[in-house]
């Protein structure tokens, strides 16, 4: 089993910065994409930001310039850097990461963090 654990989510002021982890552990051979998703209030859940195994990037238009997502392929950890935030980026964030297994990939989910951005 896997389990992924996202940390560092809070209250912050618009215009203010964030970084939020994601850290993967228990059976893992290897991982492949790794991504941020959210949710807001009433509203769908929705991909932010994602990454491959060897780095390569994709982002929500309505992020793009803000949000940097990174990853740590020895401690299994993304990252996301979260600039400029505006109230309408307050939600629920959730990581994912798809783990290879021989034959097979298993995606995984993170519990949420929330991130409310309030003056």
């Known amino acids: 089993q896997v389990q992924l654990v996202e940390s560092g989510g809070g209250l912050v002021q618009p215009g203010g910065s964030l970084r939020i982890s994601c850290a993967a552990s228990g059976s893992i051979f290897s991982i492949g994409a790794m991504g941020w998703y959210r949710q807001g209030s009433g509203k769908e859940r929705e991909s932010v930001a994602t990454?491959?195994?060897?780095?390569?990037?994709n982002y929500a238009d309505s992020v793009k310039g803000r949000f940097a997502i990174s990853r740590d392929n020895f401690k299994n950890t993304v990252y996301l850097q979260m600039n400029s935030l505006k109230p309408e980026d307050t939600a629920v964030y959730y990581c994912n990461a798809d783990v290879r297994y021989t034959g097979r990939t298993v995606t995984y989910w993170g519990q949420g963090t929330q991130v409310t951005v309030s003056s």
């Open positions: 990454i491959t195994s060897d780095g390569r990037t």
